[in-house]
């Protein structure tokens, strides 16, 4: 499976980004997917989780409310609808596929390459 992340940029505080994670594989449909990020000097954290059907999420409290996840398993893609941005999201955002739906990072099996997502004050 070969995840390729897309749709970072800048942003002013209060505005919207949407990022997209497109897979190769056949199976994506029988995966978990997640988001997770990064900003400079710190550990990546969790973001959002979709399960396999996309009945199932669960987010980061930082972003609930504010953050929307998503899958289309007929174009393979996954989504991140991020609303009311805030200078703190700013980091690389990457996306990730695992076989069950969870919000820890060593579940995740395959990972795309991060879209860098900044936010201005």
């Known amino acids: 499976v070969q995840l390729q992340a897309s749709g970072g940029g800048l942003v002013q505080a209060g505005g919207s980004l949407r990022l997209s994670c497109a897979s190769s594989?056949?199976?994506?449909?029988?995966?978990?997917m997640a988001w997770f990020r990064q900003a400079p000097g710190k550990e990546r954290e969790f973001v959002a989780a979709?399960?396999?059907?996309?009945?199932?999420?669960k987010y980061a409290d930082s972003v609930k409310g504010r953050f929307t996840i998503s899958r289309d398993n007929a174009k393979n893609t996954v989504y991140l609808q991020m609303n009311s941005l805030k200078p703190e999201d700013t980091a690389v955002y990457y996306c990730a596929a695992g076989p069950i739906f969870s919000d820890y990072r060593g579940e995740y099996v395959y990972w795309g390459q991060g879209t860098l997502v900044t936010v201005s004050s």
């Open positions: 979709i399960s396999w059907s996309g009945v199932n999420t």
């Open positions: 594989g056949r199976t994506f449909s029988s995966y978990g």
